[in-house]
Nanobody, 125 residues
Framework: QVSLIESGGGLVQAGGSLRLSCAVSGHIFSSYRMAWFRQGPGKDREFVGVITWTDNNTNYADSVKGRFTLSRDNTKNTIYLQMNSLKPEDTAVYYC??????????????????WGQGTRVTVSS
């Protein structure tokens, strides 16, 4: 069982930055993929980015590529999502998710069995 706790959300003006954290506890497999998804008002949950637990292999949604950066601190068992140049359309609840690395697409939320409670990000125009 893996526990995920997000933090760092808040209200920010367009063009600003936020850093989200995902603290991970429990039985962590070295092959885990750690992902961020988000769900905006009236929208489906969508993939933001993913990083593997043991290396810096990352992938991002096109909508955030070049603005968002994933990183990890294995000593703190924490994943970070640095969000720069925020836009109003980035407004959403952001969720951290974890799963074993498999051949299934990493951008499908249904393939992740472990989720945090979410942290809300609001970007004002």
């Amino acid at each position: 069982q893996v526990s995920l706790i997000e933090s760092g959300g808040g209200l920010v003006q367009a063009g600003g930055s936020l850093r989200l954290s995902c603290a991970v506890s429990g039985h962590i497999f070295s092959s885990y993929r750690m992902a961020w998804f988000r769900q905006g008002p009236g929208k489906d949950r969508e993939f933001v980015g993913v990083i593997t637990w043991t290396d810096n292999n990352t992938n991002y949604a096109d909508s955030v590529k070049g603005r968002f950066t994933l990183s990890r601190d294995n000593t703190k068992n924490t994943i970070y999502l640095q969000m720069n140049s925020l836009k109003p359309e980035d407004t959403a609840v952001y969720y951290c998710a974890a799963r074993l690395s498999t051949s299934t697409p990493y951008d499908r939320s249904s393939t992740y069995p472990n989720w945090g409670q979410g942290t809300r990000v609001t970007v004002s125009s």
